[in-house]
Structures are given as structure tokens and as C-alpha cells.
């Protein structure tokens, strides 16, 4: 049989939820009589009674310290001390923060929509009302004239080039290719105007420029002279110089968004 | 744990207010249950006296934080429980401090007897008091406090730990060591009748 340990002894003696040390205890003599033993001790430990107090001993305590205490200012704490429990999650320092930052953009808010409202009221009445002006939109125009002077400037020196000039070649490529996303701008414009002699014709320039712009290889001598023969067998520079003939004076635009240099 | 009166709510906010001599109002209602609790846990009526006071004094400063829904002489009890704690370890570190003092002076210094009863002087003048006494003084403060509150204030271990503001168990543990040290000296006390 297990005996009590004095703290299980303890336990029972102050009653600490300890069931099985009572049960034990109707059982074993030895445990018994150590608890009567624990008991005479603590017997011995008796509460001391206090002394004789007089009368009027509360009034003596407040008299030797009312001295020592200011008057009580607590009625200025914040409101919301006073009016929330004090462990409430309000009173916590973080939630205080957010709610003093709350209020005081809550304050310049209201304080800049009264200044806007103000300034309304206030302010002389337009003169004469305009329309804002559209938003700038990058857009670049590519005038028709100009888009075949260009190529046709380009189809005479290409006419013109020595196909062993290599110094020619890179110019060529440069322009060829600065002129084809003009090109394909003005063949939709031609399509959709119902032109089908300008569109044949802008096709025409697009594959030459095509050739001289993404030549495989580069743009060599052979290239050169291909594309010189082909430029002349569909007599594309004389295509070109007609079409520019025909609107001498024409302001045909097309424009583009988006950046074509 | 002491009871509240019904008017002391309405007394705290008038304190509160600024009506300073309210607060007499509820040092004379609680002043004797804090007497006596001081009492018993520093053993000697001078040093309950000045627990009583820095008590009431400690309360009269901390009343705005009083919450409304506790119980006033609950409250001011514990605060006194404290207050009496604070007052033993203060007194065993100054006579510890006297015993450093004691032992570097030793060498050179003349001994003065200790003019207190030892145990044996005391059991036979039939002083119980001061052999209560003398096993309490083989606890530290907090067993000390801990039991005063558990055997003779009747407070539960949930009390206590409260009050002194440790766990549970810890309050159960310093409990029992109490107990553990008071036996062994009572029976070397009993031994030496």
C-alpha cells in the first residue's frame, strides 16, 4: 500500500479536491495518524488575534494620512476612460493610436471639403466657359504625298546604286525600314478609301521595302542588284511617280497611333 | 476577503470628484479587516500599523483605476497583502544586510549578544505568540504571506495567487513548503522542551 506524502497529507488537510487521500486515510492506520500529527501542528499555527483596536481607529488612520493624499482630479480623465471597462480592447495603447490618427484625418478631411466648399461659394463666376481641351493623344500623321516623295527618293538611289558600294547598303536598310510601317499605315487607309490603284501600288512598295529592310544575309551586292531588277520589272519607280503626280496638292493623312519615327 | 458596502461605490465617485474626506468614509469601514490581515502576515502591530496606512494611501492614489464592478474592501485588501509583503522582505534584506555587517565587523569589533528570546526562553515563559513567531520567521516572505493567507485568512488558492499575483500552483507550492519548514521547526522546538 502507497502512504500519503505530507504535501498529499497538506492537501487533504486543506481540503484541495483530494478524494483518494480521504478514501486512504478510512483504511490505513499509519497515514491517520500522520495526519493527527500535521493536525496539532498546524493547530499550533492558530491565527494570532490582532490587538485591541480603539473605538475609533478608522477615523486615527484617516487623520495621520488624509495629510499625506492630494485632492482627487479623476473626473478630468479622457471621457473614454471613464466610459469604457478598463479592460476593454479600446483602452488598449494601439487601438487609442488608431483612433486619435482616425480622428485626425477624419478632421483634415472635413477641414479640406469645407475649404473646397468655401473657396466655391466664394470664387467670382467664370467669365466665359471653354471646352478643356482633348487630351493630348501621341498621334503622328503621315501624309500620303510625303510617304511617296520619300520612297520615291529611295527607289532613285537604290536605281542609281553601285551594288558594290557596301557604304550605300546601310542607309538603304535604314530607310526601307523606316518607310514600311508608314507604308502598311497608308495601304489601309487606301483600302479602306476604296483605292485599289494606290493599294496595288503600296504593295508593290511594301515587298521591295521588305527586301531591303529584313534582307536574310544582310544587304549584299547580289541583294542589291535582285532587288534592282525587280524594282524595275514592275516599274515601280514609275508607279510611284504617278500616284504622286495624281495629288500634287492633296493633303491626304493618315494618322497613326502609336510611335512610328 | 472583507465586504463591500452598498454606499461605496457612490463614496469612490465622489472622491473622485475631488471630495477628498470622503475617502475617510471607507478608511473607517475597512481599516480593521486591514489591520488584521496586516497583522498576521508581519507579526507585530508597529509594522501593521504603517501597512494599514500605506495601504489606504496607496488605494487613495490607484482609485481611478478601481473598476466599477469590484468590490472596494476585496480591492484594498489586497493592495494591503502588498503592502504587508513588501514590508517583511524590506525587513529580512535589512537583516541580512546586518548580518554582512556583523560578519565583516567580527574581526574587529566586540559581539553584542542578541538580546532576543531564543526558543527555549520563550516556550518556557510560556509565550506562544512569540513561538508561533519564531517558526514563522524560518519562512521566507512570500511562504510566509502565502500561508498567513491560506491557514488563517482562509483564502483559496486561487486567492492567494490573485493576490499575489503568481500561478496557482506556485501559490500551492509556497503554501506547502510553509507547512514543510513549520513542522520541522516545531518540532525541534518541541524536541528541545
Known amino acids: ?261 | 476577503m472583507g465586504c463591500m458596502g452598498k454606499n461605496d461605490h457612490a463614496t469612490i465617485r465622489a472622491v473622485l470628484s475631488g471630495d477628498k474626506e470622503a475617502y475617510g468614509a471607507l478608511v473607517v469601514q475597512h481599516s480593521r479587516s486591514v489591520f488584521r490581515v496586516a497583522y498576521r502576515i508581519t507579526g507585530n502591530e508597529a509594522d501593521a500599523e504603517e501597512v494599514v496606512q500605506d495601504a489606504f494611501i496607496r488605494g487613495y492614489r490607484k482609485l481611478e483605476s478601481f473598476e466599477s464592478r469590484s468590490n472596494f474592501g476585496t480591492w484594498i485588501y489586497r493592495i494591503a497583502v502588498r503592502c504587508a509583503l513588501d514590508r517583511i522582505s524590506r525587513r529580512v534584506g535589512d537583516k541580512n544586510d546586518r548580518a554582512i555587517d556583523h560578519a565583516e565587523a567580527d574581526s574587529e569589533a566586540v559581539q553584542i549578544p542578541d538580546r532576543a528570546p531564543n526558543p527555549e526562553q520563550m516556550l518556557l515563559s510560556g509565550e506562544i505568540g512569540a513561538f508561533r513567531e519564531t517558526a514563522m520567521h524560518s519562512l521566507t516572505p512570500l511562504e510566509r504571506t502565502a500561508f498567513t493567507l491560506r491557514h488563517m485568512e482562509d483564502c483559496s488558492m486561487e486567492e492567494i495567487a490573485a493576490v499575489l499575483e503568481i500561478a496557482p500552483n506556485a501559490a500551492k507550492q509556497a503554501v506547502y513548503r510553509a507547512v514543510h519548514k513549520l513542522r520541522q521547526r516545531l518540532a525541534l522546538l518541541k524536541v528541545r522542551t
Request: hydrophobic share 40%.
Open chain 1, 1 to 261: 500500500m502507497n502512504h500519503l506524502s505530507q504535501d498529499e497529507l497538506i492537501e487533504l488537510y486543506y481540503r484541495e479536491d483530494a478524494p483518494e487521500g480521504a478514501r486512504h486515510m478510512d483504511t490505513c492506520s499509519e497515514c491517520a495518524r500522520k495526519y493527527e500529527a500535521l493536525q496539532a501542528d498546524l493547530a499550533d499555527m492558530k491565527a494570532l488575534d490582532p490587538p485591541f483596536l480603539p473605538e475609533n481607529y478608522g477615523e486615527m488612520v484617516w487623520n495621520s494620512i488624509s495629510g499625506q493624499v492630494p485632492v482627487h482630479a479623476g473626473l478630468r480623465r479622457p471621457l473614454f476612460q471613464r466610459v469604457l471597462p478598463r479592460q476593454s480592447w479600446l483602452r488598449q495603447p494601439l487601438w487609442i493610436g488608431l483612433s486619435v490618427a482616425a480622428t485626425c484625418a477624419l478632421l483634415a478631411a472635413a477641414a479640406f471639403y469645407a475649404g473646397r466648399l468655401w473657396e466655391h461659394r466664394n470664387s467670382p463666376p467664370p467669365i466665359a466657359s471653354h471646352p478643356a481641351p482633348p487630351a493630348r493623344q501621341r498621334v503622328v500623321v503621315v501624309v500620303l504625298s510625303d510617304h511617296l516623295d520619300r520612297s520615291e527618293r529611295l527607289l532613285v538611289q537604290l536605281k542609281h546604286a553601285n551594288a558594290d558600294d557596301t557604304q550605300l547598303a546601310m542607309p538603304l536598310r535604314d530607310e526601307a525600314r523606316s518607310l514600311l510601317a508608314a507604308n502598311r499605315k497608308c495601304r489601309q487607309e487606301a483600302e479602306a478609301n476604296g483605292d485599289p490603284a494606290l493599294t496595288k501600288a503600296l504593295d508593290h512598295l511594301n515587298e521591295l521595302l521588305n527586301g531591303l529592310a529584313n534582307q536574310p544575309g544582310g544587304l549584299n551586292a547580289d541583294a542589291i542588284a535582285k532587288l534592282q531588277a525587280e524594282m524595275n520589272k514592275d516599274g515601280l519607280l514609275f508607279e510611284v511617280r504617278v500616284l504622286r503626280s495624281r495629288i500634287p496638292n492633296r493633303q491626304a493623312a493618315v494618322h497613326l497611333k502609336g510611335g512610328i519615327a
